[in-house]
């Protein structure tokens, strides 16, 4: 069974910085593509970073290009995202989903086409 748990969620404060992790269980952890999205409340899940496990690249959304940094850990089955200078914008429940297996590079995959997702962690950033 393919399982995706996060954390590292939490309160901080405007400019503030925070590491999530998504680790996986149940999928050989090298050919995935392990994505990175975030729902703030009436709003749309939105997709805003992936990476590819075929060759450890990363894509973002500009929205959060130049602060928001994945990377993976194959070793530790744990993908990272490194989040540096927050906005209260920033906001959101975040969740990491899984696409396996995935042998592009270069490319997202979308939001409907990822097979498995985490529970999410609340991450929320005050003025």
């Known amino acids: 069974e393919v399982q995706l748990v996060e954390s590292g969620g939490g309160l901080v404060q405007a400019g503030g910085s925070l590491t999530l992790s998504c680790e996986g269980s149940?999928?050989?952890?090298?050919?995935?593509?392990i994505g990175w999205f975030r729902q703030a409340p009436g709003k749309e899940r939105e997709g805003i970073s992936c990476?590819?496990?075929?060759?450890?690249?990363?894509l973002y959304a500009d929205s959060v290009k130049g602060r928001f940094t994945i990377s993976s850990e194959n070793s530790k089955n744990t993908v990272y995202l490194q989040m540096n200078s927050l906005k209260p914008e920033d906001t959101a429940v975040y969740y990491c989903?899984?696409?396996?297996?995935?042998?592009?590079?270069?490319?997202?995959?979308?939001?409907?086409?990822?097979?498995?997702w985490g529970q999410g962690t609340l991450v929320t950033v005050s003025s």
């Open positions: 990476i590819s496990g075929s060759d450890g690249s990363g």
């Open positions: 149940g999928f050989t952890f090298d050919k995935y593509a």
């Open positions: 989903a899984a696409l396996t297996p995935y042998y592009y590079v270069g490319i997202c995959p979308i939001k409907y086409d990822y097979d498995y």
